[in-house]
């Protein structure tokens, strides 16, 4: 999916006015070059929501406020109150609920906490539930700038940060860590840790702020790790199938020759090719 401006109508030969334009979000499929233009928004929606694509052609677009909801069968969109403590940071759809964290902490000490809403409860009076057990203990608090990504399959989400070295505000990070949340048993388990040669090589060797120089991105059990200073290439994990040799952990790896320029990869995103997936 991207935003695009509407086409002007044909008569028009006036700039569109910046402060009350409008965007169009599209969903394509470049192998089929074929694509479809959904009812158009406010530009604001293109500059703070965040966009999650279902397979079945649903759109969900979340704000810090509001949600959007689109169904093709209807070419309208929906729009519900959030009612979430903050603005959901990095949610995911799978299956028939998405998952986001919130911070629920103060000014000067962000604490994440992890929340989930089907989509059917979307606007309902139910709405979202905050999702915590006693045994995950300090789960959300050993990381720094956590974010999630779905994992490998359809039960397992992936949370992604920086491995603080104290519960100090300002502690320094020692690596890059991956926590895995099986949705079944609402359990959490180490799924790798970076090496220490390649968090190295971002200027994570336990300099405060270190993690701040990675940016993460990935979905369905793989993760890409960029920074400025590691220039034409990205760090990967990919994750193994639970039960396979190595007890379902994952594998790192240098992928390298990625076009880029000073500032290494802007932003990344995964794009599962498919000839069937008809936006």
């Known amino acids: 999916s991207l935003w695009a401006d509407p086409a002007p109508p044909p008569a028009s030969t006036a700039a569109p006015d910046p402060k009350h334009s409008s965007k169009s979000l599209v969903l394509c499929n470049p192998l089929t070059r074929s694509y479809r233009a959904l009812p158009q928004l406010g530009s ?4 703070h929501g965040t966009v999650l694509a279902a397979p079945t052609g649903h759109v969900l677009l979340l704000a810090e406020l509001a949600a959007l909801w689109y169904n093709p069968g209807s070419f309208q969109w929906l729009t519900f109150s959030l009612n979430l403590p903050s603005k959901p940071r990095s ?10 964290l919130c911070d629920v902490g103060s000014p000067w000490r962000s604490q994440w906490k992890l929340f989930s809403c089907r989509l059917r409860e979307l606007g309902g009076p139910r709405g979202w539930d905050r999702l915590e057990k006693h045994e995950w203990g300090d789960v959300f608090d050993i990381l720094k700038r956590p974010r999630l ?12 940060g920086g491995l603080r070295s104290s519960f100090a505000v300002d502690a320094p990070c020692s690596t890059v860590l991956i926590l895995r949340l099986d949705l079944g048993t609402l359990a959490w388990d180490e799924a790798g840790r970076m090496p220490l ?18 940016k993460v991105f990935g979905g369905y059990g793989r993760v890409w790790f960029s920074g400025k200073k590691v220039r034409g290439k990205l760090v990967m ?5 639970v039960g396979k040799s190595g007890g379902g952990g994952g594998k790192w790896r240098w992928v390298d020759g990625v ?7 802007y932003r990344g995103f995964v794009f599962n090719a498919e000839l069937a997936a008809v936006p």
């Not at 990504?149 to 992604?160: P, Q």
């Open 44 to 47: 604001a929606w293109s500059r």
């Open 91 to 100: 949610p995911v759809l799978v299956a028939d609920a998405v998952y986001a």
């Open 149 to 160: 990504i779905r994992g490998r399959g359809e039960g397992r989400i992936l949370m992604v």
């Open 197 to 214: 040669e390649m968090y190295r090589c971002f200027g994570g060797s336990g300099a405060p702020g270190g993690t701040n120089k990675v």
């Open 237 to 241: 994990w990919e994750e193994e199938e």
């Open 259 to 265: 076009p880029g320029y000073g500032d290494g990869v």
